[in-house]
């Protein structure tokens, strides 16, 4: 009997936040006046585009920009019109939100109803001056009130981000978003650190006020330690978990599994295809209504550079990977093909190999761009 067919990861992009924070470099805009009924009819015209490809989804992840300035009736429209163009077996739907957004608790219990199972939060900190500093739009308290009522609107899982290496910030300051983050005890936390992009406003910010980046890391190893206890594992460089919690459409992107992403610069890895789509949401949605395509870049993976990304994808995660699985779906023995370089990583103590696991060991994850790029 053949194996049943992978499921793959659908990604949805929602361009629009309310208005744009200074630091931030993902693919947003601040909302127009006439909404965002042109963004729905190019994710109905891309979804109708990909329903091809046959594939199957089990975990869906709306992400942004900020996508809960959808209400509960569009959450419903959007899984209709998924539905209409590809087969669902959803068993994890995340929603992002942001603690700014005007959620009372008909809406948090709406989304729930609609059928998301999964909120993060991105609360970015549970400190007045960094979330000043940050230009956020609201007071370390509201994101604390909002978590408690998104706790209680029948998520499975609620999960919030926090960024580390902002300027002012201080042991105390760190301290106290992580007693947030027990009292508001959630199932999930990301944790950044702040890039420096060039050319966002935040770079002037920086200029005056410059972080050192060992004080960053530092920093970032505070906030992991007080997470592990507070009873969270780590599962990814930048992601940790209560039991049960991970998210699984994230595990597909470190464990090289296939997903779609729909709307303006989304990323997409089918088969031996990976392609990324238009960054600007008119000529998007333009490009899609003249059929020239939404596709910005795309590339064909040769076999080497597919399990060469594989690798690397997988070596992001905490428990590594499993080479005789590797062995299995690649056709590389690991351990031969790159003899060299393991040895000497492992000599510097950058990578274990452990009953058949290859891994960088936790507390080496931070500085493991040295190794990523040794295989890449
Ligand atoms: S809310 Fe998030 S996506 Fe929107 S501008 Fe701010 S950081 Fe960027």
């Not at 490009?287 to 597919?306: K, Y």
């Amino acid at each position: 009997m053949s194996p049943p067919p992978e499921k793959a990861g659908l990604y949805v992009h929602f361009p629009f936040c309310r208005r744009k924070c200074p630091y931030c470099h993902f693919a947003s805009v601040p909302l127009p006046d006439g909404g965002f009924a042109a963004w729905r009819e190019g994710l109905d015209r891309e979804a109708a585009l990909r329903s091809g490809l046959g594939l199957e989804f089990d975990t869906l992840y709306v992400g942004g920009g900020t996508p809960s300035l959808l209400g509960p009736a569009d959450i419903s429209e959007l899984l209709e019109l998924l539905g209409r163009h590809f087969r669902l077996s959803v068993r994890e739907f995340t929603l992002e939100a942001n603690p700014a957004s005007e959620t009372g608790p008909e809406t948090l219990a709406g989304w729930s109803q609609a059928g998301v199972t999964r909120l993060s939060v991105g609360v970015q900190a549970f400190d007045d001056r960094t979330l000043e500093i940050l230009g956020r739009e609201y007071a370390a308290a509201a994101a604390e009130s909002f978590l408690r009522r998104a706790r209680a609107a029948g998520f499975r899982s609620v999960g919030l981000d926090l960024m580390v290496g902002v300027p002012g910030e201080t042991p105390a300051s760190l301290e106290r978003t992580l007693e947030a983050v027990e009292r508001t005890s959630p199932d999930h936390v990301s944790l950044y650190l702040l890039e420096n992009v060039e050319g966002l406003p935040f770079e002037t910010v920086l200029k005056n006020n410059p972080v050192d980046e060992d004080r960053a890391a530092d920093a970032f190893e505070l906030a992991a330690a007080g997470l592990r206890r507070l009873g969270f594992e780590r599962y990814e460089i930048s992601n940790f978990a209560r039991p049960g919690h991970a998210c699984l459409h994230n595990l597909k992107y470190w464990r090289y599994e296939p997903f779609l992403g729909l709307g303006p610069s989304a990323a997409s890895h089918v088969g031996p295809e990976r392609w990324s789509n238009i960054e600007d949401v008119g000529r998007w949605v333009a490009a899609l209504r003249d059929g020239t395509g939404p596709r910005a870049e795309g590339v064909a993976l040769d076999p080497a550079r597919n399990f060469r990304e594989a690798l690397v994808s997988g070596l992001r995660l905490v428990g590594g990977i499993d080479l005789a699985d590797f062995r299995a779906r690649f056709g590389v023995d690991l351990r031969a093909w790159f003899a060299p370089e393991i040895a000497a990583f492992e000599r510097d103590g950058l990578i274990i190999i452990e009953q058949d696991i290859l891994r960088i060991p936790e507390d080496k994850l931070l500085v493991s761009n040295r190794v990523l790029a040794a295989f890449v």
